[in-house]
């Protein structure tokens, strides 16, 4: 019996409400660990693909296993032609999450196992999505652009694929790579709100389609995945308003004394930096380089800094910088558009988003919390059990 | 500071995570109040429109604000062409539900006060859905017949133009009615797993139709909105596997003893009547006679009796009918395809989800959880702070 806890009114904020075998947060120390690895190592040695099959599996593979689950993911990344057509119907400024929401009920269609609700059949469609989720992205920014979607190129990675697919250009080496660690980073995060959202909607027996939409209209919120997008906003106006670097202090102490945030700093979670942003730092400063945009590293180092000196004069020492704040520049560096930021955050998550749902339909009994179903305090108008009187339209005031 | 519960593994079950206005349940005593009015009273007096009027404003519309809602929704029903294009380039086997979890996002790409946050434009947004979830549904049943949508009627009220648009037959008036009560019946029921959803996903700051989307996929799960067209498919099974209607007693005794459930019976909230079911066991009655299938009233009725007699026997007296156990047979009636239920209740609850949306975004500070963001007891492989070591895929076994 764990330690009873208040529940009211703080977005469940401390609140156990399951067992989880897939990841862990140390938010006290900086740890975070996916079945049992720590995110650094992986970062260094695993790759998106091993790393999506030890989320949905829980043991790391060998190599005829790896190299299946390869396979798979290659062979399932086409799509469709119903689902090209039917992203040809929309209005180009269609923000791309919007797109992507709607297409993922539409990768539930054309999956053979949809009605199936098997493990394995989970696991394919898990894989399904974990392949067609970038694809839907990719060819959603061709599309609005007035361009024929890319096909996959067998010959490419899976990250490096996405870039083709997404700019056209197929990506040097290193960059693809930083682009898979990137990937790797944002697979999962425990019960983030988009995962729990995923969670929520499958404890209806619902199936992992309609999960994984409810997540990515989570992640749509600038709360959750929309963060990097907005530092990359705030870093474009530090560039427009600030004449010298020097004056970077001056931009984020007003900025902080006006009660605003810096986007890209503070977590639900941790209460140090998080490992996740001290990787993505290194990667910017070193993409900076390469790319000619250092300025950015620069820019966004200054602020970083100032911020944790306003911070921690005001008392506030557990604002950090987290996985967003260096993660639109590296984007950027790539040549991810702004708004395709958080579409990049759906197509990592969408790993941990599928291990959920599995976790969530085959918990063992005792720790499978029914359908989720939480209650409320009414404090609105009451008149007592007998409730309110009617009164008809014509006699109203 | 409320009661402290133990919250894990439980689904939340009992806890109250926020303060809500909106709507109340005693489930002690079988009450459900929207707003303070007793769900009774409104279903004998109020329409659906009025009762979407009362679930998004708090209280009751005077003449003229009731008449310019009604327009406001009678404007909204046509669809945007290309949400209808978009329709029709999908498979004519997708789920409809599956079809209408696609078209929300669609939806909000056409709205103009997409971007717009404030409360007057989200009530906007929820006439827009309120009008054309409906439309949706009614376009996709007629598309996958390979016939062309029809247009809505200016005419009919909000309940009658839908049942015109779904068969392309316009309903007697008094089938009308009815229908509306159901629409009435099921607009909310507080924080249930699809409304909490919608709670979920835009407590991130995501719009409207993302909150929606994740909604309509919670209630296509079968534990949650897809409850009564498994009463209708258990009713046809009786049907097909009963002799005479004196052997359904055994018929639900057997089904009880192999431990399955009778579908349409029992709730998380209720321990006693539900009190929609009342209302709407009276209208399947009385439609049954109307429509040549009082059989299926008949069936329902035995059904219900020996279950309720089985479970009491069983010490399982909290086991009572609920909102689903006489609704497929009252949209049966109506002429509503068994997989067209479940959107049904869709075109019910998305005045109470817009409402949930809306109080969720715009609740006082000291009551508005902050994002909804769980955590889960780790209970996976560990190897303690440092990680598991990581083998190199050529050295695992």
């Not at 806890?5 to 996916?34: C, H, Q």
């Not at 067998?154 to 990506?171: I, M, R, S, V, Y």
């Not at 700093?265 to 945009?293: C, N, W």
């Amino acid at each position: 019996m764990e330690k009873e806890v208040r529940v009211k009114n703080t977005g469940l904020r401390g609140v156990k409400v399951a067992d989880t075998r897939i990841s862990f947060i140390d938010g006290e120390n900086g740890i975070l660990i996916y079945r049992g690895y720590r995110i650094e190592e992986l970062a260094e040695r695993s790759t998106f693909p091993e790393t999506a099959y030890l989320l949905l599996n829980g043991v790391l593979p060998g190599r005829g296993q790896l190299e299946a689950f390869e396979d798979e993911i290659r062979a399932a990344r086409h799509l469709p032609g119903f689902i090209v057509d039917s992203m040809r119907t929309l209005p180009v400024k269609a923000d791309p999450m919007d797109v992507l929401q709607a297409a993922v009920p539409l990768l539930g269609m054309a999956d053979p196992d949809l009605a199936d609700e098997s493990r394995e059949a989970n696991v394919r469609k898990a894989v399904r999505l974990i392949a067609r989720v970038p694809a839907v992205v990719a060819a959603w920014n061709r599309i609005r652009q007035g361009k024929e979607p890319l096909p996959p190129d067998d010959g490419l990675t899976h990250a490096a694929n996405f870039l083709w697919q997404l700019t056209g250009e197929k990506p040097p080496a290193d960059m693809a790579r930083d682009f898979d660690v990137c990937l790797v980073l944002h697979a999962d995060h425990t019960f983030n709100a988009s995962t729990f959202a995923c969670r929520e909607v499958v404890s209806t027996q619902a199936h992992m389609y309609a999960g994984v939409a409810a997540g990515v209209g989570a992640l749509s919120g600038s709360l959750h995945g929309g963060a990097n997008a907005r530092v990359m906003k705030m870093l474009f106006q530090v560039e427009r308003e600030v004449k010298s670097e020097d004056d970077v202090g001056r931009w984020v102490r007003d900025r902080i004394e006006r009660g605003e945030k810096i986007m890209g700093m503070g977590h639900a979670v941790y209460k140090t930096f998080d490992p996740r942003s001290k990787i993505l730092k290194e990667m910017s400063r070193r993409l900076g380089d390469q790319t000619g945009h250092a300025s950015w590293y620069r820019l966004l180092t200054r602020i970083e800094e100032e911020g944790l000196r306003e911070f921690e004069k005001r008392g506030k020492s557990n604002i950090k910088s987290n996985v967003d704040f260096y993660s639109g520049s590296v984007y950027s560096m790539m040549g991810i558009p702004v708004d395709i930021m958080t579409p990049v955050f759906a197509i990592s998550r969408v790993a941990g988003w599928c291990s959920h749902v599995i976790e969530e339909k085959f918990a063992e009994a005792q720790e499978k919390p029914a359908l989720y179903r939480p209650e409320a305090e009414y404090v609105g108008h009451y008149c007592g059990a007998i409730g309110c009187s009617y009164e008809p339209v014509e006699l109203r005031a």
